[in-house]
């Protein structure tokens, strides 16, 4: 099947701890995202890639770290420096940047409870 | 400062009736606006895809609307189901710099 996997879809952590959240497609996409959504909020941006080994800083990236070795793969580490880390996160790809009118292909989130 | 707001905030409808979700933009350049539905707990699913060009596109019973000039947006919904209870998001991208705003959404019921 083809598509956009996020895990875990529960998550708990105690605060201070870093913890990891995993982003994987099989949709040979080149670029990849985060987001952030908070009750009663639209979407915001974390970080973002549009190819291989490149990634940048999105609205609100402080106390979060990505990496994009891999293509298919954009992990996202909310770091102990992440002060309200609570929230329902969302990981998406496209083609190509956005302005490109590509389609954008969301995960299945991934909610994230600090303890 | 580029910004979308969606109106209703939250809107419950009958069975089989049809409404219209509203999103108004400041964003420029505009490159595109897209429509999105997202059920509880869930990804947002698109639904649509206009650029300046499309005034109209359809995706089975929703119906997109753009007006560029007046920098507004509608999704009509026909003949509701109770699976199109969920949430909808107006989510305009920037041309210059390929920033992607969201707005916050239009949470809508549909009651049997």
């Known amino acids: 099947d083809g598509g956009i996997t996020q895990s875990p879809k529960y998550l708990f952590r105690k605060e201070g701890q870093n913890v990891t959240l995993s982003c994987e497609q099989n949709?040979?996409?080149?670029?990849m995202y985060w987001y952030r959504q908070d009750p009663g909020q639209g979407l915001r941006l974390i970080y973002y890639s549009h190819i291989v080994n490149d990634f940048q800083k999105g609205d609100i990236a402080e106390g979060y770290s990505v990496s994009r070795e891999k293509k298919e793969s954009f992990p996202l580490t909310v770091t102990s420096a992440q002060k309200n880390p609570t929230a329902f996160y969302l990981c998406?790809?496209?083609?190509?940047?956005?302005?490109?009118?590509?389609?954008?292909?969301f995960g299945q989130g991934t909610r994230l409870t600090v303890v | 400062k580029n910004q979308v707001e969606q109106s209703p905030q939250s809107l419950i409808i009958l069975e089989g009736k049809n409404c219209t979700l509203q999103?108004?933009?400041?964003?420029?350049?505009?490159?595109?606006l897209r429509w999105y539905k997202q059920d509880t707990g869930r990804g947002p699913v698109s639904l649509t895809i206009m650029t300046f060009s499309e005034n109209t596109k359809s995706n089975g019973r929703y119906t997109a609307t753009l007006d560029a000039d007046t920098k507004q947006s509608s999704l009509h919904i026909t003949a509701s189901q109770l699976s199109d209870s969920a949430s909808y998001i107006c989510?305009?991208?920037?041309?210059?710099?390929?920033?992607?705003?969201f707005g916050k959404g239009t949470r809508l019921h549909i009651l049997p």
């Open positions: 989510v305009v991208t920037e041309n210059r710099d390929d920033k992607i705003i």
């Open positions: 998406a790809s496209s083609t190509a940047r956005q302005s490109y009118n590509t389609e954008a292909f």
């Open positions: 949709l040979n996409h080149d670029a």
């Open positions: 999103c108004n933009y400041t964003v420029s350049p505009f490159s595109n």
